[in-house]
C-alpha cells in the first residue's frame, strides 16, 4: 500500500513569505503529526490532528499552523518565515492512537 | 526541557560487533518507547518498540532494552553491518500524547 506521501519535496522561499506544506496519510489512517527537524534538535513537535481535529500542540509560534481534511489529508502553514524556519518538515500518520507512526520522506524547506 | 535525550550524538563500531546505542528519559509518565532509524533524506522509520511492562524486546538482529527504576533504554545491534550505519531516534510516549524524540545518535559501521 502506497505510504506517507508529502509534497513537495524541496521548496526555497524569502524572507517574509509564506509557505504550505502537504501530506497524504496512508488510508485508513486518521491521525496526521508535524516535526520538524534540524541539526543538533532532533524531531521536534509542531502537532498532530486526528478526526480533522487538533488534537496535541507543541511549542511552535503561531506563525506554524495546520489542518486536516475530512480525507485524512493534511496541510501545514508558516507564515512571516525566518531564516531559522529552515528545516526538514517530517509528516507521520497512524493508525488510530497507536503510537507507531509511519513518516513520510518530509519536506525540505530552505529560507534564503 | 529535553524529556527524552540520546547523550552520544554520535557511535563508530566495527562491522560484525555489537552496537549499543542508549537512551534516557526524564517523564516517569512514559510508557511506551520506539526506536526509529533514518537516513539521509528519508524520513525516520520504524525500528523496535517496547511497552513498559516489559524490560526486553528482541527482533532478529534488533533487542531494546529497558530499565524503569533507571529510566533508561538501550538498542542493541548484533551483528553489526554496514547498512545499519544511519541516525537512530529514540522516542516515548504515554496515553494519546505525541511522541516526544531524542536528538539522535549517528550511527556509523566501519566495514
Known amino acids: 500500500k502506497a505510504g506517507v506521501t508529502q509534497t513537495p519535496r524541496y521548496l526555497i522561499k524569502t524572507r517574509g513569505q509564506q509557505v504550505t506544506l502537504s501530506c497524504s496519510p496512508i488510508s485508513g489512517h486518521r491521525s496526521v503529526s508535524w516535526y520538524q527537524q534540524t541539526p543538533g534538535q532532533g524531531l521536534q513537535f509542531l502537532f498532530e490532528y486526528f478526526s480533522e481535529t487538533q488534537r496535541n500542540k507543541g511549542n511552535f509560534p503561531g506563525r506554524f499552523s495546520g489542518r486536516q481534511f475530512s480525507n485524512s489529508r493534511s496541510e501545514m502553514n508558516v507564515s512571516t518565515l525566518e531564516l531559522g524556519d529552515s528545516a526538514l518538515y517530517l509528516c507521520a500518520s497512524s493508525f488510530d492512537l497507536s503510537p507507531g507512526y509511519t513518516f513520510g520522506s518530509g519536506t525540505r524547506l530552505t529560507v534564503v | 526541557d529535553q524529556q527524552v535525550k540520546q547523550n552520544s550524538p554520535s557511535l563508530s563500531v566495527q562491522e560484525g560487533r555489537i552496537s549499543i546505542l542508549n537512551c534516557d528519559y526524564t517523564n516517569s509518565m512514559f510508557d511506551y518507547f520506539l526506536w526509529y532509524k533514518k537516513y539521509p533524506a528519508e524520513g525516520p522509520t520504524f525500528l523496535i518498540s517496547?511497552?513498559?511492562?516489559?524490560d526486553k524486546n528482541e527482533d532478529g538482529r534488533f533487542t531494546v532494552f529497558l530499565n524503569k527504576s533507571a529510566k533508561h533504554l538501550s538498542l542493541h545491534i548484533v551483528p553489526s553491518q554496514p547498512g545499519d550505519s544511519a541516525v537512530y531516534f529514540c522516542?516515548?510516549?504515554?496515553?494519546?500524547?505525541?511522541?516526544?524524540f531524542g536528538t539522535g545518535t549517528r550511527l556509523t559501521i566501519i566495514p
Open positions: 517496547i511497552s513498559s511492562i516489559k
Open positions: 522516542a516515548a510516549n504515554f496515553g494519546n500524547e505525541k511522541l516526544t
